[in-house]
């Protein structure tokens, strides 16, 4: 069945309302910590309070005396007993050596390397007395120098012996030699400076873990708020624990939101289930808020330098980017693709530029662990292009539409000089639908209303493309992924035609039990209330590669697609034979089987109760049920685009900036639910606009302390933040997936930043504001307006 055809049938592009939310509006959700087990005890660990130290001495006999307490565990007690937290991406220098990889032990082992490193954990009988005992815990610190920012990390102090001069790695990709002969020759050159900030991820529910252990067979159960709980199992049991994969069940049940930040493997998994076994009881940990912004790995933190040559009619001939990316103190999962495989690749954007080089160097500091937060290196590239295509426009005289749509593709397949071929897109329908909703013809007048109440008025635009689903396997895996990337799908189809879904896709807000329920049931021409899905069990859903990086339709709707091929397949045998027909010559469609050229015709229900009652047809011939399973590892990413305008007003005596109008136009392929679509764009926005304008994480340059420990400091977006967003989407079906869809979940964070830039940098022109660095927050443009008039 191809894309075009499924895209027709009943159940698709309908808003269906989400299945899950009833559970979730009523309260009767279970999260991590509404689970309470038998036996239970309570974690607390204790963290560093110094960004680098070395760790002279631990005195856990006043803890452990205390009442309740059970156990104090230091690094001591796991050192040499098990691995530490491993990296899923390896990458290549270019010098050819390997990326540096130091240990990264579930508790610190002679030195702590950022405020919030896990020093000890503390095991009680309520999570009173643990807290109580986490403060008795004596470490006797010898402080060494911190250093925060990548400027800075090559004449720090060392975080780690393996890397003396903290550079983690020197990655590259293009012809650097015919990039530089290019910019020889180019008639203009435009450059540009920029910081991405470090974000923070503040999910609404923080993660949360209960490990325990079952003596009578000998296996662990790690109940956890994790987006990928097969790729934590594996990472746990093969390269930290050492224990038999089948000896451990991990369980993540409703989770709320992850933006990325509960894909890792983090150190409290791993001490709960560990410890489990060591005391025999259950043990349960939940974050505060203020563990959560010290501990959960950080977002973004890139400082880049980019230059684009051009023509004199500002055609693109090529762009050279270097960009220093931020680690933090030890490498994350897949902390090290983010600013290689999934940022450097992506900077040909939407623009037919002949020629890129990007050079990537990564570095150590005493900060939290850097790794994906939503779009991961897909944002930071497009940040980066987008505020630079707008900068060309304005030093060329040209308008900021006008030089995008003389650089965009419109050949397809087009494959781009940075290793990405994008198969299919329309660039100048996404600019012309989001123009006409956005009324730019409008916006001089409404300057000009601006202007009179004493307000700047800008308008800025981002084109963005990003790549979701990151595929094929063998490719990844030759770029450095030390696992698979394909996904798992399993349709069971009980003896009432009712069915029941296993995918190795992970929700944590997407709507998947809603929109994959609406895949199957359109597939088979049964009601959406009649399938049910269930995901996020080891020991319910065959292997899969969990959510992120907006793959779950593309990837895990594919796999479930190829099950319900094989579903059909072995229905129609079973239909041929109840009607003493040819399996070649029946047809299904709309829950029904028919005949060709006859009106012999069977419905699902019959044939799976058939299926599971093989009174009519030879047992000898096919066997008994109706339950396949499927694989599917992707041959290509998918492409989602689109453009974003966005127009604000600015208080030139406070530097106050308002979002007056923001319009999203995106290319997601197929749509299954627009509704979840339109719900997943306005999330993206909020994140992106938010990075834009309020969220900034920054620790102390001297010390290390995280500055921006609480909602008190950091400031998130709240809902009067927002004009009314205006929506609407183009199609192009992928052409390499069978539902023709592609990622939705990232794309308001990536294509929004430099929209929003882009516009507050348009209405400081005539105040002689040329740049500055996100976030706009009202300090921040009030001090770039008295900079400009000085």
Known sequence: MGASDFSNLP??????????????????????????????????FVRSPHAHAAIKRINTAKAESMPGVTKVFTGKDVEGKMGGLPCGWLITSTSGQPMKEPPHPILAQGKVRYVGDHVAMVVADTIEQAKNAAEAVEVDYDVLPAVVSVSDAAKATALHDIAPDNHCYKWAIGDKTAVDAVFAKAAHVTRLD?????????????????????????????????????????????????????KVRVIAPDVGGGFGSKIFLYAEDVCLTWAAKQLNCSIKWTAERSESFLSDAHGRDHVSHAEMAMDSQGKFLALRVHTDANLGAYLSTFSTAVPTILYATLLA??????????????????????????????????????????????????????????????????????????????????????????????????????????????????????????????????????????????????????????????????????????????????????????????????????????????????????????????AKKIAAHLMEASAADVEFANGEFTVKGT?????????????????????????????????????????PAGTYICEVEVDPATGAVKVDRFTAVDDFGTIINPMIVEGQVHGGLVQGIGQALLENCVYDKDTGQLLTGSFMDYAMP?????????????????????????????????????????????????????????????????????????
């Open 194 to 246: 920029l910081v991405n900030n470090r974000l923070i991820p503040n999910a609404l529910e923080p993660r949360a873990a209960i490990g325990s252990y079952n003596r009578a067979n000998d296996e662990y159960t790690l109940y956890v708020a994790n987006q990928n709980p097969h790729v934590e199992r594996l990472l746990m049991t093969a390269f930290v624990l050492g224990l038999p994969e089948h």
């Open 349 to 570: 954007g939407q623009y037919a530029t002949p020629q890129i080089y990007v050079e990537v160097d990564a570095w150590f500091t005493n900060t939290a662990p850097v790794d994906a937060y939503r779009g991961a290196g897909r944002p930071e590239a497009t940040y980066l292009l987008e505020r630079l295509v707008t900068r060309c426009a304005w030093e060329l005289g040209l308008s900021q539409d006008e030089i995008r749509k003389r650089n965009f593709i419109t050949s397809f397949p087009y494959q781009t000089p940075v290793a990405l071929q994008y198969d299919v897109g329309d660039y100048h329908a996404c600019m012309d639908k989001a123009r006409a909703l956005a009324d730019v013809a409008g916006f001089d007048a409404r300057r000009k209303a601006s202007e009179a109440r004493g307000l700047k008025r800008g308008i800025g635009y981002s084109s963005y493309i990003e790549a979701c689903g990151i595929a094929p396997s063998n490719i990844a895996g030759a770029l450095g992924a030390r696992a698979g990337l394909f996904e798992c799908g399993e349709v069971r189809v009980h003896p009432t035609g009712s069915v029941t879904v296993f995918t190795g896709s992970h929700s944590h807000g997407q709507g998947h039990e809603t929109t994959f329920a609406q895949v199957v049931a359109a597939r088979l021409g049964i009601a959406v209330e009649a399938v049910d899905v269930v995901h996020g069990d080891t020991g319910r859903v065959p292997f899969g590669m969990g959510t992120y990086g907006s793959r779950s339709i593309s990837v895990g709707g594919a796999a479930i697609m190829k099950a319900l091929d094989k579903i059909e397949t072995k």
């Open 718 to 790: 709240r809902a009067d933040d927002f004009p009314q967003f205006k929506l609407d989407t183009v199609c192009t079906p992928c052409s390499h997936n069978p539902l023709g869809t592609k990622g939705c979940g990232e794309a308001g964070a990536i294509g929004s930043p430099p929209a929003v830039i882009n516009a507050v940098l348009d209405a400081l022109k005539p105040l002689g504001v040329k740049d500055f660095d996100m976030p706009a927050s009202p300090n921040r443009v009030w001090e770039a307006i008295q900079a400009a008039k000085a």
């Open 11 to 44: 159940h698709i592009g309908e808003a269906v309302r989400r299945k899950e939310d009833y559970r979730f509006l009523t309260g009767a959700g279970s999260y991590t910590d509404d689970i309470n087990l038998a036996n239970q005890s309570h974690a607390v």
């Open 599 to 639: 009106d012999k015709k069977v419905t699902f229900g019959q044939v799976a109760l058939t299926a599971y009652v093989p009174h009519n047809y030879p047992l000898d011939k096919l066997e008994p049920g109706l339950n396949e399973t499927a694989f599917y590892d992707p041959t290509n990413f998918t492409f």
